[in-house]
């Protein structure tokens, strides 16, 4: 069946249900419609499904397309592929019904997925020729965070569970970083050559790992001492390391082409976000969970959109230039991320409506859209016959 | 007078001479190669010609008002970008810098630079181009008399052959008068009206030949007899022989 | 008009640049933290102390003359070396005698620690900017000669050659031929003669209680008060950094567009995904 054909199928088609499963109970906490009926704090519940369930869907459609393209081995279809689908389902289940389940159970269901998601990856890579093993690597210390974000819960180690998050999220940024170095100079080259311009694409490896590094140096940070002042000044490194990222996007009118656009943007938010945690910690009047929700929601659910849209078109036979749709889901999230980041500053008293119910609505209506535009090219076979 | 007449020319560069009683003539519109083994002072002879040493005894005469050399390195200035290299001949003269640029780029056209080269740096250039540029410099200054030193011999063989078509075509093209060194007896019979061939140390004439056919009739067959006909005069191949 | 875009583009891509300049000083800040979490205020203040006791300096009027004090100190001595070193370097790469007279001097003037001549220099001046001048010259001067001598030594005679067969004016072949080559050594030899002078400075500055920077980090040494110290090296670090990028790294990059990489080579990245 064509569904399961290739990795980013299935994962990307049910991506949408955990991205709005993730921020459903907000809005009815916040506006005091009901009380938290889990057995953990509503803020943790719902960073960890952003991180561990949401992101951690997009990333197995990437990994699980990309992989294969780039170390040019058999992707992962059918029954094992079906099984890791059913793994990251067990994960969101149990999440949900986190208070009726002993914890150690739902600690159980979820923690299984990462781990899963690495070994069915591993045997092709180490198989292949040319091994991108920082990605792996990256995914392993995420699996690894999962599972001290549970036995921190379950009180086995002595972790508060959300630096786990805050780790988590880091990771995923620091992934992002990575894979831009394979992803860019496609998009880049492909916006060249749309505008009529020469194509000549030049990126500094050393920009890309000084933007890494600092990431994973940030995620150290925040599991020792999420609030101390060295992670502060390390996480303003890290905005000044992605800022000089930016500039290799700087490429004229080609700029204004989605596929360059839409990572200029998301790129704009990690700055902004890691600034934004930086100068917080360091004592600035900033609500730093606001800035965190411009990583998450701006910088890191921005480029999954990105990314997600284009793979999907590119591994379906049909690659740039991108439809005009592809424009609308992360219009949507850019706004919800705007609201907020911006409605904890300037209108704290609106925060239930404005900070989180409208986000919240306009996060269900991009991923609503995104599914009803896409899903029909998930589920129809590549539109040039050949196989995946 | 039309052309080059050189009498009784020698020179030494302290006890031990270069080139010693060394006479012959180049009629005007003409391409003489100046072939030799090395060290027979071939290059001297040019200098002294394009008036960059004085001879050290016999006379140089000719009506040239604009020698001008080519060299075997292309001696580009590495700091300019081919078009003001092009243009760095005409300092010498009262041209503006806008006349200066908009000649050059003419002439890079002439010589077959494509326009997008024209702004490069010479080391951003092939050494085919490179020596394109310097044979733009120096026709940018419109000389009568071309003095080529060896232009193409750090070129590989097609390269060569496309120098050769296109400076036979600019000398025709422009009415000049050009004397080629080289130490390659078929590039001179490829490419000369007359050849002068000079003997080993120190340079003297030990025979001079004319060849008439056209150019576009010296194809690699005919080439290859010639030189074997030149090699068949007892003097051309003795003052050669060092050379194999 | 096209070129005047082009020159903006690639300012705002130079200033650009800075962000990746920023992130290594960043990273090394946090550094500084972690060291001030272990060792205490005494031994090194916190970064946003010492920036606060910089701003309190500031606003009570003594940071701006000191800087002032110690730029024209430094500048002067700079000035007198390049001149005295440009010229007797030109002459000792352009003459052998001139080679051999010089050389072996400049050898031992760049043997001589600083702060020898520091003392003399009080020996001889007391203590005022004169000494501090002298000791920037003195100490200076023998980089830019070696700069000067290797550029006019190393003049490329077949260039020469090739500008005389053309008879182009000695203006020309001075601008055109010489002066270009002459940068491209004399210049990095400025440059760190530039950055040495400013550290000359401030050391002779201590020792002497000329005024500048220096005689700030001598009462601050006195007071024992690590914060005013570590405020005035933050001073001067931040001086040295907008020499270097605001003037010294604009002004390599413009003397050396000619040495750009050629389009399209690099490191071109195999993309795919």
Known sequence: ?388 | MAGLEVTGLGHAFGPQPIVEDLSFSLPAGSLGCLIGPSGCGKTTVLSMIGGLIAPGSGRIDHAFRHPVFVFQDPCLLPWRDARDNVAFGLKATDMDRKTRRSRAERLMEAVGLAPEDHGKFPHELSGGMRQRVALARALAVEPDLLLLDEPFSALDVGLRRQMQSLLRRLIAERDLTALLVTHDLAEAVRLADHILVLSPSPGRLAASHTLAEPFAARDDGFVHCMVNRLLADPATAQALAMET | MEEGRGRALRALDYMWGGWGAASSLLLLTALWEAGHAAYGTLVLPSPRDTVASLWDMSAAGKVLPAILETSRNALGGFLSATVAGGILGGMAGASDMMRRLLQPIATLLLGIPAIAWVVLALLWFGGTGAAVSFTVLITTAPIVFAGAAQGARTLDGSLRRMARSFRVPATTLIRDVYLPHMLSYLFPALATGLALSWKVTVMAELLSGAGGIGDGLAVARVQVDTVKAMAWVLAVVGLLLAVEYLMLEPIRRHLQVWRREMPGSGDIQAGGF
Request: aromatic share 8%; net charge positive; proline share 7%.
């Open chain 1, 1 to 388: 069946m064509t569904l399961w054909a290739y990795g980013f199928r299935p994962f990307f088609l049910i991506l949408p249900v955990g991205a709005i499963a993730a921020v459903l109970p907000l809005p009815v906490l916040w506006l005091g419609l009901g009380g938290s009926g889990g057995g953990m704090p509503a803020g943790l519940w719902h960073g960890h499904e952003q991180v561990f369930g949401f992101l951690s869907a997009a990333l197995a459609g990437f990994l699980l397309t990309a992989l294969p393209s780039w170390t040019n081995t058999r992707p992962v279809t059918g029954t094992p592929l079906k099984a890791l689908v059913a793994l990251w389902l067990a994960g969101r289940l149990g999440f949900w019904l986190d208070g009726a389940l002993p914890s150690w159970l739902v600690a159980g269901l979820d923690a299984m997925f990462l781990p899963a998601l690495l070994a069915t990856t591993l045997p092709a890579l180490l198989g292949a020729e040319r091994k991108p093993w920082e990605l792996p690597a990256a995914l392993a210390l995420l699996a690894g965070a999962n599972a001290a974000f549970h036995l921190g819960r379950l009180g086995l180690i002595d972790l508060p569970p959300e630096r786990l998050l805050y780790a988590g999220l880091d990771l995923f940024l620091m992934m992002i970083a990575i894979a831009s170095g394979r992803i860019l100079p496609v998009t880049l080259r492909s916006a060249l050559t749309e505008t009529g311009a020469a194509v000549m694409v030049r990126l500094a490896p050393g920009r890309r790992h000084l933007a890494s590094v600092t990431l994973g140096l940030l995620a150290i940070a925040e599991l020792i001492q999420p609030h101390g002042p060295v992670t502060g000044w390390i996480a303003l490194a890290a905005a000044c390391a992605q800022a000089d990222r930016m500039t290799e996007m700087h490429i004229g009118r080609s700029m204004l082409r989605p596929q360059v656009l839409l990572f200029h943007l998301a790129h704009a938010w990690m700055v902004v976000g890691l600034g934004g945690v930086g100068l917080a910690v360091l004592g600035a009047p900033l609500d730093v969970t606001a800035m965190r929700h411009a990583l998450g929601l701006g910088a890191a659910a921005f480029t999954v959109l990105a990314v997600m849209s284009i793979v999907t078109l590119r591994h379906t036979g049909r690659a740039f230039p991108l439809p005009g749709a592809t424009w609308v889901a992360p219009a949507l999230v850019g706004l919800a991320a705007a609201l907020r980041v911006g409605v904890p500053h300037l209108a704290p008293q609106a925060m239930a409506t404005w900070g989180v119910t409208v986000p919240a609505v306009l996060w269900a209506a991009a991923f609503l859209f995104w599914g009803w535009r896409f899903a029909r090219w998930l589920t129809a076979p590549r539109a040039d016959g050949q196989p995946g």
